[in-house]
């Protein structure tokens, strides 16, 4: 993954209403009306949020006459986790070093 899709995945998830609005879309499409209305923010403020969203590659945005459903795109998710998990292997077998060398060690 390039580095600056993995900076704007990041940055998008590090606002906690996007990734609210992530919550919502992960039990399925919504407008961007239904995504706004549990927060107590202006119209323009969720724009916004969805844009950054959208820019990340986290969200698409759809026309269906006059509504504009949101749904979640899974494979920037995906990206960001495969980037986690090498270092979660890493933290995972240093403890592992960790638990052998304290087991193996005399009692003092």
């Known amino acids: ?10 940055s998008a998830l590090a606002d906690p209403t996007r990734r609210a609005i ?5 039990r399925g499409e919504a407008s961007v009306k239904e995504l706004a209305k549990p927060f107590d923010i202006s119209g323009p403020a969720i724009s916004k949020h969805l844009k950054v969203l959208e820019q990340a590659g986290l ?6 006459a006059q509504r504009r459903p949101c749904r979640i795109e ?7 986790y495969g980037w986690l998990e ?5 933290w995972d077998e240093s ?14």
Do not use: N, Q, V, W
């Open 95 to 108: 403890l592992d070093r960790l638990e052998l060398y304290l087991k193996e060690r005399p009692a003092p």
């Open 59 to 64: 969200i698409t945005r759809g026309r269906e």
């Open 1 to 10: 993954m390039k580095a600056s899709r993995l900076d704007a995945t990041f």
């Open 74 to 80: 899974a494979r920037a998710l995906k990206d960001a």
């Open 22 to 26: 992530l919550a919502r879309l992960s």
């Open 86 to 90: 090498h270092y979660r292997r890493f």
